[in-house]
């Protein structure tokens, strides 16, 4: 049974990353449906005044860390995550997956440039995968009904949704049952990283939780500001919530005497 911790208000699945995939695996075997959301330091912080994404994100049926910010929050606030479970790692495990149990995929996201580019490496990379299809991920709204029914036309096992949030979120929710896929994954920016159009931090960067700050230093006037705020609101979500939890001294003392 899968063990779950509460951290600021949100229920997330303690699970490795190995134990994901397998139950990942499980679910597309026994033809179960399984939504997968992920939370970095910046979503948590943007749910709270996003009630949409957050009825998006807690509706999935695995919720992971995918920031090594949530998992040291985890560990300071006693909601211990064994690791973080990051979203590119996971759909490349995936990917690893479906070649060699013959499972199909199909790719939603990206400008049709940088999708190209990634199915391209994609092949060369997993050259038995199989594609059921793929599309960009520009579109209106309106237009989501007719990709929902396009992909269950494809007769995909899985879809990996590389859009930003709250898009990919709200399209999970939205259509991710009418796409009649086993498993929807939302990947974020991962089909840029794949197609090369951006890079990914260093392992290194990524121990010391840095990876935002790679990201950052690459598009600083888009997402400097973007990520320092949003770091900061996160860590003072973390100090109330370790202020809440921990006892006052006046209050100890009142235990302290009451069991005398």
């Known amino acids: 049974m899968t063990t779950r911790q509460n951290l600021f208000g949100v229920t ?39 009630p949409a ?23 300071l606030l006693r909601r211990p995550l064994p690791e973080r479970v990051a979203g590119i790692d996971l759909f490349m495990r995936l990917l690893a997956e479906a070649e060699r149990e013959g499972l199909s995929v199909y790719f939603l996201g990206a400008r049709q440039d ?56 709200i399209f999970t929710a939205g259509y ?29 960067w990524q121990r010391l939780g840095l990876e935002w700050l790679y990201r950052a230093l690459q598009e600083p006037r888009r997402l400097g500001r973007r990520y320092l705020t949003t770091n900061v609101s996160f860590a003072l979500m973390t100090g109330r919530e370790l202020l809440r939890r921990t006892p006052t001294v006046s209050t100890a003392s009142t235990v302290t005497r009451g069991k005398s």
């Not at 303690?14 to 959301?37: H, K, N, P, S, Y």
């Not at 994404?53 to 560990?75: E, F, I, K, N, Y």
């Not at 896929?181 to 951006?198: E, P, Q, R, W």
């Open 12 to 50: 997330l699945d303690a699970l490795t990353m190995d134990q994901t995939v397998a139950r990942c695996l499980d679910a597309v075997r026994a033809g179960e449906r399984l939504e997968i959301g992920v939370v970095n330091a910046a979503k948590l912080v943007t749910m709270r005044r996003d």
């Open 176 to 204: 991710g049952e009418r796409s009649k896929v086993a498993l929807v994954h939302g990947v974020g920016g991962s089909f840029d990283i794949l197609a090369g159009v951006t890079r990914r931090a260093p392992e290194r």
């Open 53 to 75: 994404l957050a009825r998006a994100v807690t509706g999935c049926d695995l919720v992971l860390a995918d920031g090594q910010a949530v998992v040291w929050a985890g560990r």
């Open 114 to 169: 940088v999708l190209e580019k990634m199915l391209r490496r994609v092949a060369a990379r997993f050259p038995r995968l199989r594609v059921a299809g793929s599309r960009n991920g520009y579109f209106d709204d309106d237009r989501q009904p007719e990709i929902a029914d396009a992909i269950a036309a494809s007769g995909a096992h899985m879809l990996f949704l590389g859009m930003t949030s709250p898009k990919k979120e």
